[in-house]
């Protein structure tokens, strides 16, 4: 079992930053790390993952104003966000995931509020 725990939102002036950080209670070492985010009334999407061999994905959305890390040493994945916009507003997840041997392991944080103003 991983906990996860996801900090650093808060509210933004539009063309600002924010780094949100996700604490894994363990070794997530060869997890594929995401974020994930929510915004009032809409489906969770994919904002970006990366890999344990730190290939990463983004959302088209936010290409080129996000980056995605991790340090396995911290047992910490982090989110950089530049250029921020108010469509960004949104409730943000970090989530674990593998599959091993036949078996999902997927694991979500709590979520952290950001708010991005205009």
């Known amino acids: 079992q991983v906990q996860l725990q996801a900090s650093g939102g808060g509210l933004v002036q539009a063309g600002g930053s924010l780094r949100l950080s996700c604490q894994a209670s363990?070794?997530?070492?060869?997890?594929?790390m995401g974020w994930y985010r929510q915004a009032p009334g809409k489906q969770r999407e994919l904002v970006a993952t990366?890999?344990?061999?730190?290939?990463?994905t983004y959302a088209d959305s936010v290409k080129g104003r996000f980056t995605i890390s991790r340090d396995n040493a911290k047992n910490t994945v982090y989110l950089q966000m530049d250029s921020l916009k108010s469509e960004d507003t949104a409730v943000y997840y970090c989530?674990?995931?593998?599959?091993?041997?036949?078996?999902?392991?997927?694991?979500w944080g709590q979520g952290t509020q950001v708010t991005v103003s205009s």
């Open positions: 990366i890999t344990s061999g730190r290939s990463t």
């Open positions: 363990g070794s997530v070492s060869i997890y594929r």
């Open positions: 989530n674990a995931y593998r599959f091993l041997f036949g078996r999902e392991y997927d694991y």
